[in-house]
């Protein structure tokens, strides 16, 4: 089954602490990003990755870090977390090129205290 | 800079009448226009999309329009039914990348 699984699902943490969202995915896709999802502001792009060693900023990349070292998966790094940070955590892929759909897991709700 | 926007945050609709969820966006060179359903506690998923070079889609009861000179995007949902009720987001593709509207949550009443 086609599927982008994130973990955790859930994360109560406070400020300063570091944390790591993982992402991976099993379609061999190439193109993977991060969005956050906030009340009123919709889905915003935080990075994404073309390719495997390949990463860009999206609209809202401050206070975040990803890596791409292998294709299925991309991480997202809070190296200090702060509670504007507080939001839903969603990882997509897609195959770039291709008109198709990103595929996007179930998402991360992220607490920071 | 919202480069696309969808203006009603909430929509409540009488199930099996018509739903028409809007969206508008600024930009362009957007090629393709797509439509997101997400359920509670789940990532969105693609309902319905359209290309740029079109300006009508249809997918069983969703059909998308695309008015390009006015910039404007909207989604029919016909019958509407009670499973419709979720928040649908219209997204735009441009430069590698899509840009989401708000999102509107649409509420199908029995």
């Known amino acids: 089954e086609a599927q982008v699984t994130q973990n955790p699902r859930y994360l109560i943490t406070v400020t300063g602490k570091k944390l790591t969202v993982t992402c991976s995915q099993n379609?061999?896709?190439?193109?993977m990003s991060w969005y956050r999802q906030d009340p009123g502001l919709g889905l915003r792009q935080i990075y994404y990755?073309?390719?495997?060693?390949?990463?860009d900023k999206g609209d809202v990349p401050e206070g975040y870090k990803v890596s791409r070292k292998e294709k299925r998966n991309f991480p997202l790094i809070l190296e200090s977390p702060s509670p504007n940070q507080t939001s839903l955590y969603f990882c997509?892929?897609?195959?770039?090129?291709?008109?198709?759909?990103?595929?996007f897991g179930d998402g991360t709700r992220l607490s920071i205290l | 800079d919202q480069q696309v926007k969808q203006n009603s945050p909430s929509l409540s609709v009488q199930e099996g009448r018509i739903s028409i969820l809007n969206c508008d966006y600024t930009?362009?060179?957007?090629?393709?226009f797509l439509w997101y359903k997400k359920y509670p506690a789940e990532g969105p998923t693609l309902l319905i999309s359209?290309?740029?070079?079109?300006d009508k889609n249809e997918d069983g009861r969703f059909t998308v329009f695309l008015n390009k000179s006015a910039k404007h995007l909207s989604l029919h949902i016909v019958p509407s039914q009670p499973g419709d009720s979720a928040v649908y987001f219209c997204?735009?593709?441009?430069?590698?990348?899509?840009?989401f509207g708000q999102g509107t949550r649409l509420t199908i009443n029995p």
């Open positions: 997509a892929s897609t195959q770039t090129g291709g008109i198709q759909p990103q595929h």
């Open positions: 379609m061999n896709h190439e193109y």
């Open positions: 990755s073309m390719n495997v060693e390949v990463t």
């Open positions: 930009n362009s060179m957007f090629d393709y």
């Open positions: 359209i290309s740029s070079i079109k």
């Open positions: 997204a735009a593709r441009g430069a590698q990348k899509l840009v």
